[in-house]
């Protein structure tokens, strides 16, 4: 996202929750900046760290919209009352609800099959032929091989925990993943 976009995105959603403040309850102003937020996180993957900072910026002037706090006020209290997650916590859950869609065949077929390492042909009986874990597709280009849905799936998929990787309902699958992202935030809050 641009400076420009950033720049553009923000007044909007001063005016949206401040216009919808006098008749939507604070649930609804708080979907309201939810739609607004996560809409085409899939693609952000592997963005710059200098255009993360610059989402977080709108989403951390989101939350002082909502709980009518100032600029000096320290906005993770409201970010953990609200169960928001970071911008990088945002974009990876995205792309693990897809990935999530696309192993259990209910997502486009455009996103296409990720490989699971058990059919792969002609492998050995190891343990990592027995897990349900994608195999990470080799790439060329180092710049943006890595933001490949293929690619950056299967790695965040391979990164989190059997329990969350284990969810039978997409429903479950959805509130382990965002409990196991909160709990990580948390921690390194706590560090």
């Known amino acids: 996202m641009s400076r420009k976009r950033c720049r553009v995105a923000l007044p909007l959603f001063v005016n949206c929750v401040r216009?919808?403040?006098?008749?939507?309850?604070?649930?609804?102003?708080?979907?309201?900046?939810?739609c607004r937020l996560d809409y085409g996180n899939g693609v952000l993957v592997g963005i710059p760290a200098h255009l993360m900072r610059r989402l977080q910026s709108v989403l951390n002037a989101a939350a002082r919209l909502i709980f009518n706090l100032?600029?000096?006020?320290?906005?993770?209290?409201?970010?953990?009352?609200?169960?928001?997650?970071?911008?990088?916590?945002r974009i990876q859950y995205k792309t693990a609800v897809l990935s999530y869609k696309v192993l259990h065949d209910t997502a486009p077929r455009y996103l296409g099959p990720l490989t699971?390492?058990?059919?792969?042909?002609?492998?050995?009986?190891?343990?990592?032929?027995?897990?349900?874990?994608?195999?990470?597709?080799?790439?060329?280009?180092?710049?943006?091989?890595?933001?490949a849905f293929p690619v950056a799936a299967s790695q965040i998929w391979n990164s989190l925990t059997d329990t969350v990787v284990s969810a039978s309902t997409p429903r479950s699958f959805q509130y382990q993943l965002k409990t196991f992202f909160i709990s990580t935030i948390l921690y390194l809050l706590a560090l």
């Open 116 to 147: 699971r390492v058990a059919d792969i042909p002609g492998r050995r009986a190891l343990r990592s032929a027995c897990t349900d874990r994608p195999e990470v597709p080799c790439y060329k280009l180092s710049t943006i091989g890595g933001r």
């Open 70 to 89: 100032k600029r000096s006020d320290h906005i993770t209290d409201a970010l953990v009352r609200l169960h928001w997650l970071r911008v990088p916590e």
């Open 19 to 34: 216009s919808a403040d006098m008749y939507l309850p604070p649930h609804s102003r708080v979907a309201l900046v939810h």
